[in-house]
């Protein structure tokens, strides 16, 4: 999100990257991306951010799984005291983006989204791990954090921002993502972690399963989660929350749109795909800061994710993964 450099092209290099071991992939990546995250991280200045002792304690508190794959990813990117801190993700430099997702359960249930935000802050990687024993794939924040994602488990999750600028203590939402992909094999659980893990922004995270359950939560810092059977969501909560935002995002529309394209019986998996390529849920605002940058639909019953874009779209299975880029330019 707020942290690779600013570009002079309009473009992102989209990657599929497996990781067999824990940094092997990762370590060469993270230097390439240190720069922004770096810059980032520390745009607030040091002091903003947590120690390290703090970050490590609160992740060992809330995501204790997650420990020993961070403490080798901390290693393997040279055990710095900031690069550590990042990559705990505790207390991050706040971000905002856009996104509109859905779930369509007509035929076999499908969670289809588009991610919204400015082209040179997209890290465009699409990271399959196979950590602690289970496997996942996703669109990688921080390096090990997750956008979007599948499990071997069979959940998928994708998250959206909120639209509240609030924010307090917690974890930047893509590495509790990365918690629940790792641990949880059920919406239900998930909803459970998202209920317990203190997340430091307003997020609106939807999750779907294998046996077709379906949730929305919104979660903020400053108030408890609120659980949804909604199939969407936009980047509001509250009517009230933050109109300029909003209304400068067409949240509202967006999701009002999807609700009734998700609603209707007739309704195709292929069909809700091609609408996130066109308005009013494709946007062309790179210059304001969340232009759609690609879709994803996963899959959770096959493990799969067909990611799209207007020109092209690549179709990624879990199970026989395949490494692949494909450079893809934005307009203004």
């Not at 570009?7 to 497996?18: L, P, Y």
């Not at 909120?162 to 307090?168: I, L, T």
């Not at 996130?276 to 849920?281: D, I, S, T």
Request: proline share 7%; aromatic share 10%; glycine share 8%.
């Amino acid at each position: 999100m707020y942290h690779l450099p600013p570009s002079s092209t309009s473009g992102v290099t989209f990657r599929a990257v497996q990781e067999d071991g824990v940094a092997t992939r990762l370590a060469p990546l993270f230097d390439e991306f240190w720069p922004g995250y770096r810059a980032w991280f520390l745009r607030q200045g040091d002091q903003a951010r947590p120690t390290y002792a703090d970050s490590r304690r609160m992740l060992k508190q809330y995501m204790p799984e997650l420990v020993p794959i961070y403490d080798e990813l901390v290693e393997a990117v040279g055990g710095g005291d900031v690069q550590a801190r990042l990559l705990s993700l505790y207390r991050p430099t706040p971000y905002l983006s856009g996104c509109s997702q859905a779930v369509l359960l007509n035929g076999e249930p499908v969670l289809v989204r588009n991610y919204d935000y400015r082209p040179e802050l997209c890290e465009g990687l699409l990271l399959r791990t196979h950590w602690a024993g289970v496997a996942v794939m996703g669109m990688s924040d921080c390096l090990w954090g997750v956008l979007d994602g599948v499990s071997e488990l069979g959940l998928t999750v994708a998250l959206s921002f909120g639209g509240r600028p609030v924010v307090g203590e917690g974890f930047g939402v893509p590495l509790v993502l990365r918690y629940i992909l790792q641990t949880c094999a059920s919406v239900a659980a998930a909803v459970k972690v998202l209920c317990r893990v203190p997340i430091h922004m307003a997020y609106n995270i939807t999750m779907l399963d294998v046996r077709g359950d379906c949730r929305t939560v919104q979660v903020a810092p400053d108030r408890p989660p609120a659980i949804t059977n909604k199939p969407v969501a936009t980047n509001h909560q509250g009517a009230g929350d933050w109109p300029r935002y909003a209304l400068a995002t067409s949240s509202q529309k967006r999701e009002q749109y999807l609700l009734s394209c998700v609603a209707d019986p007739a309704e195709s998996a292929e069909r809700l795909e091609r609408r996130f390529l066109e308005a009013p849920l494709y946007s062309q605002n790179y210059h304001r800061g969340w232009g759609t940058l690609y879709t994803a639909a996963y899959r959770p019953g096959d493990c799969t994710v067909r990611l799209r874009w207007p020109a092209h779209q690549w179709a990624v299975s879990l199970a026989e993964f395949h490494e692949q880029s494909n450079r893809v330019e934005f307009g203004g």
